[in-house]
């Protein structure tokens, strides 16, 4: 079954601080992943994209992993601002399928302290 | 920013009433979607269209139903609102890139409460 499974659930940390979010996936045949984060009441948005032959990305404060072979991504935010206060949605598309089908993660509710 | 809007932001009708959340883009996105999201839970694909014509059911089993006449716009109806219809519902557009979905765009959601 092609599952999408994010960690943690919910994380606070102080203003300043790094993290680390977790996306573990089942789907297969990878297409690629990405990484969106939606702001409270908001719609999400595209962080960054991840194919098969890619192992790092970065975006600003945002760098994305990708292992491919224990099908494991990550997304590392740096020196953390309140405004990186956010949900962060792991999604997988697949390839093997005319709707070039897309798995949702639940999501990681990342609150930043000042 | 995205040019995809949807209407109304947020919505609260009683039980039986027929509504219709808008959706429009004018990036000139072939395919447009309708996700349900719930708190805490993953976004559910209930309705999604490759363009003027072309409308598919999701994996979300779902009492709406969409048109699609024009191609920037998507919108989706229920014919007799439940309070199990309260929900988030969010309007997305991508790019057509053969079976790949590319990034999807969102629109700001609608916000639906069913008394």
């Known amino acids: 079954k092609n599952q999408v499974e994010q960690s943690p659930q919910s994380l606070i940390i102080l203003e300043g601080k790094n993290c680390t979010l977790q996306?573990?996936?089942?789907?297969?045949?990878?297409?690629?992943l990405r990484w969106y984060k939606q702001d409270t009441g908001r719609g999400p948005v595209s962080l960054t994209i991840?194919?098969?032959?890619?192992n790092t990305k970065s975006n600003g404060r945002y760098t994305a992993t990708l292992d491919a072979d224990t099908k494991q991504s990550s997304l590392h935010i740096t020196a953390s601002q309140l405004s990186d206060s956010a949900s962060y949605i792991c999604?997988?598309?697949?390839?093997?399928?005319?709707?070039?089908?897309?798995?949702f993660g639940r999501g990681t509710q990342l609150t930043v302290w000042p | 920013e995205a040019d995809i809007y949807q209407t109304p932001r947020y919505l609260v009708i009683g039980t039986g009433k027929k509504i219709t959340l808008e959706c429009s883009q004018t990036?000139?996105?072939?395919?447009m979607y309708w996700y349900q999201q719930d708190p805490g839970m993953e976004l559910h694909l209930i309705h999604y269209?490759?363009?003027?014509?072309?409308?598919e059911k999701g994996d979300l089993s779902s009492e709406s139903t969409v048109s699609r006449i024009r191609t920037e716009h998507f919108p989706l109806t229920l014919e007799s609102a439940r309070p199990s219809h309260t929900s988030q519902y969010l309007c997305?557009?991508?790019?057509?890139?053969?079976?790949?979905?590319?990034?999807?765009?969102f629109g700001e959601g609608s916000r639906l409460t069913v008394l």
């Open positions: 997305a557009s991508s790019e057509s890139k053969g079976t790949n979905t590319g990034e999807l765009f």
């Open positions: 996306c573990n996936y089942t789907v297969s045949p990878f297409s690629n």
């Open positions: 991840m194919t098969f032959s890619e």
């Open positions: 999604v997988v598309s697949d390839r093997g399928s005319t709707l070039g089908r897309l798995y």
């Open positions: 990036m000139g996105h072939d395919k």
């Open positions: 269209s490759y363009g003027v014509n072309s409308t």
